[in-house]
């Protein structure tokens, strides 16, 4: 689940910036998404907000949050009125940005202690080689993928938050939010 999960995490980001100023591109294999289980689109997000909740608590930081919500995607080439998946993006801004400084090494050493694993570190591939993370955790069944952006001002660490598919109960519609 790991570079399954992790490629999403990755792509996802770029993709979801055309629909929002953000743009979500599918996956070429649906087949490589992994399986969440059952849920119904609210239950997810909810689960979705819930390890959003818990990445917040681990930066160990004062400061805000972006107050976004979790939205609902197609996944990959699965039936779209059977199959989804929840991506919930979302920023935090410290009270000052020197606090960051070591954010990104601290969360690296404690996502494992909480069941992620982390499949990628180091500088992305953009303009600013912003220091990025990729982590998944096979319980939760959801990755994440943290950037900080120590040049944005004020720097922020950016989180992209995306679960495997999941099938809608039988009877049930995903509710696009």
């Known amino acids: 689940m790991k570079t399954k999960l992790g490629a999403i995490a990755l792509t996802l980001p770029i993709a979801l910036a055309t629909l929002t100023g953000c743009s979500v591109t599918d996956t070429k294999n649906s ?10 689109s609210r239950g997810a997000a909810e689960l979705a907000k819930k390890t959003s909740s818990e990445l917040y608590n681990l930066i160990g930081l004062k400061g805000k949050a972006s107050d976004t919500g979790p ?10 009125d059977k199959y989804f998946q929840i991506f919930h993006s979302w920023s935090f801004t410290p009270t000052s940005s020197e606090q ?14 909480h069941g992620w694993e ?5 500088p992305d591939s953009s303009r600013n080689k912003n220091l990025s993370l990729t982590a998944d955790n096979d319980t939760k069944k959801f990755s994440v993928k943290i950037v900080y952006q120590a040049k944005d001002n004020p720097s922020n660490l950016s989180f992209f938050v995306v ?4 099938q809608v109960p039988d009877g049930q519609k995903i509710e696009q939010f």
């Open 31 to 40: 087949d490589d998404i992994p399986s969440s289980g059952v849920s119904t």
């Open 71 to 80: 939205g609902v995607k197609e996944c990959g080439k699965k039936d779209p």
């Open 100 to 113: 960051l400084e070591g954010a990104m090494e601290q969360l690296k050493s404690k996502l494992p202690k």
């Open 118 to 122: 982390i499949a990628e570190y180091g």
């Open 163 to 166: 679960s495997g598919c999941y």
